[in-house]
């Protein structure tokens, strides 16, 4: 009931940043929790961040901690993703996920985009 599109990614060295963002269209924004997760080649999907319907609350992974922050703007209906200090094993393709039951940190959310590719390079 939500399309999700990612963009932002691309080819960034290593202590460099990134913004991710995630365009929302279909049924109302603020009716569901957003999520970051990625996936690197050869690895399982994984959760990266979250942040809640009201935008109030935010979760992240142990290896976003202090580096990445999800945000939301509502009159946008986006969920961004500001990478900083970005690291060779941050290189995934990054999903922007959505669900309207609850907030998740692990990879079963209900909607998905496409993915965007997020290269770090040493």
């Known amino acids: 009931q939500v399309q999700l599109v990612e963009s932002g990614g691309g080819l960034v060295q290593a202590g460099g940043s990134l913004r991710l963002s995630c365009a929302a269209s279909g049924r109302p924004f603020n009716s569901y929790h957003m999520a970051w997760l990625r996936q690197a080649p050869g690895k399982e999907r994984e959760f990266v961040a979250a942040?809640?319907?009201?935008?109030?609350?935010?979760t992240y992974a142990a290896s976003a901690k202090g580096r990445f922050t999800i945000s939301r703007d509502a009159a946008k209906n986006t969920v961004y993703l500001q990478m900083n200090s970005l690291k060779p094993e941050d290189t995934a393709v990054y999903y922007c996920?959505?669900?309207?039951?609850?907030?998740?940190?692990?990879?079963?959310?209900?909607?998905w985009g496409q993915g965007t590719q997020v290269t770090v390079s040493s």
């Open positions: 942040i809640s319907r009201g935008g109030g609350s935010t």
């Open positions: 996920a959505a669900d309207s039951r609850v907030v998740r940190t692990d990879v079963q959310y209900a909607y």
